[in-house]
């Protein structure tokens, strides 16, 4: 199988996660809980309330900001805490350098679920456009993975060649949700562990 378009999510991946309660190699929001005295179990049930809608476009962060402003107990500033937030999203620079370099042979594209102001922020933060040809938010299409719908679009918009595709994503659910529709798909642990696996398949880099 020669590859020649690569399918990459991106929360958990190339750039944190947004929700605020995470912590993961990329971001840990702890400070900002600290800063704001909210415990992580409150701001996982909030963020578990909004996620939803966010994902799919019905609402944008600043209502979940709003909600959030009520659990604030060290009687910060809602704007100080946002920027904080804001401040802890960071790209990896290790996957980053490796996309840069694939770019180079294969056609880039990126499918997340995403808010429309996540999105917005890590577009114009990180330059993302500037690596992949086409980035596909479920905010933006009210589709979010895994559903087959939002794969469904991709794959008609982009005019995709499966026997051609690999996707990569680090949720199981969205990796079986992709196979099951004849995507060649990598579960996400660790750049070297995907560099492997994508050399297995005669990536070149």
Request: hydrophobic letters at 40%; charged letters at 30%; a negative charge.
């Given at each position: 199988?020669?590859?020649?378009?690569?399918?990459?999510?991106?929360?958990?991946?190339?750039?944190?996660?947004?929700?605020?309660?995470?912590?993961?190699?990329?971001?840990?929001?702890?400070?900002?809980?600290?800063?704001?005295?909210?415990?992580?179990?409150?701001?996982?049930?909030?963020?578990?309330?909004?996620?939803?809608?966010?994902?799919?476009?019905?609402?944008?962060?600043?209502?979940?900001?709003?909600?959030?402003?009520?659990?604030?107990?060290?009687?910060?500033?809602?704007?100080?805490?946002?920027?904080?937030?804001?401040?802890?999203?960071?790209?990896?620079?290790?996957?980053?350098?490796?996309?840069?370099?694939?770019?180079?042979?294969?056609?880039?594209?990126?499918?997340?679920?995403?808010?429309?102001?996540?999105?917005?922020?890590?577009?114009?933060?990180?330059?993302?456009?500037?690596?992949?040809?086409?980035?596909?938010?479920?905010?933006?299409?009210?589709?979010?993975?895994?559903?087959?719908?939002?794969?469904?679009?991709?794959?008609?918009?982009?005019?995709?060649?499966?026997?051609?595709?690999?996707?990569?994503?680090n949720q199981i659910e969205n990796v079986k949700?992709?196979?099951?529709?004849?995507?060649?798909?990598?579960?996400?642990?660790?750049?070297?562990?995907?560099?492997?696996?994508?050399?297995?398949?005669?990536?070149?880099?």
């Amino acid at each position: 199988m020669v590859i020649k378009t690569i399918i990459f999510d991106l929360g958990g991946v190339f750039v944190s996660d947004a929700n605020i309660y995470f912590e993961n190699h990329l971001c840990d929001f702890s400070s900002v809980l600290d800063f704001a005295g909210v415990s992580k179990e409150d701001a996982k049930e909030l963020w578990e309330k909004h996620w939803p809608k966010l994902k799919y476009g019905e609402e944008n962060m600043s209502e979940y900001w709003k909600d959030f402003q009520t659990l604030i107990k060290n009687g910060v500033d809602i704007n100080e805490v946002i920027k904080k937030y804001q401040d802890k999203i960071i790209i990896d620079n290790g996957v980053l350098k490796f996309a840069s370099n694939l770019k180079n042979k294969y056609r880039l594209l990126a499918l997340a679920n995403e808010s429309k102001d996540g999105i917005d922020l890590k577009n114009d933060k990180f330059k993302l456009p500037e690596l992949f040809e086409k980035i596909y938010c479920s905010a933006y299409l009210n589709m979010a993975k895994p559903n087959k719908d939002i794969y469904e679009y991709v794959i008609e918009d982009a005019n995709i060649d499966l026997s051609t595709t690999i996707f990569i994503d680090n949720q199981i659910e969205n990796v079986k949700a992709a196979e099951s529709l004849g995507i060649r798909s990598i579960l996400f642990k660790n750049l070297e562990q995907l560099k492997k696996e994508l050399n297995a398949i005669g990536v070149e880099f």
